[in-house]
Nanobody, 127 residues
Framework: VQLQAFGGGSVQAGGSLRLSCAAYGRTRNSYGMGWFRQAPGKEREFVAYYRWTDGSTNYAASVKGRFTISRDNARVAVILQMNSLKPEDTAVYYC?????????????????????WGQGTQVTVSS
């Protein structure tokens, strides 16, 4: 499986950015896709997740109401629309493909639940 992320960049606080990520290869048995992020000197943290079966979503408390994850129905891909960005959103953003956990619980927010990761894309928000 290969995950290819697009988007990212630099924006001022209050601005918006859009990330997309497409998965290629053995994606048939996947359950959904999501995003994590890692700021310098910090642990990698969960951002958002989209479930294929019912279109339900999960968000970290820090981004709820500002970020929206959706599916690109033309392919195995998700889009992360990020609005009202804050300097604390600055991080490298990684997309993930879920092929191992079909549930809806806390495991979705655990980075160790995912084997397939994208290459990361930088998001920088200036104050």
């Amino acid at each position: 499986v290969q995950l290819q992320a697009f988007g990212g960049g630099s924006v001022q606080a209050g601005g918006s950015l859009r990330l997309s990520c497409a998965a290629y290869g053995r994606t048939r048995n996947s359950y959904g896709m999501g995003w994590f992020r890692q700021a310098p000197g910090k642990e990698r943290e969960f951002v958002a997740y989209y479930r294929w079966t019912d279109g339900s979503t999960n968000y970290a408390a820090s981004v709820k109401g500002r970020f929206t994850i959706s599916r690109d129905n033309a392919r195995v891909a998700v889009i992360l629309q990020m609005n009202s960005l804050k300097p604390e959103d600055t991080a490298v953003y990684y997309c993930v493909l879920n092929t191992g956990y079909r549930g809806t619980g806390d495991a979705l927010a655990n980075r160790f639940s995912y084997d397939d990761w994208g290459q990361g894309t930088q998001v920088t928000v200036s104050s």
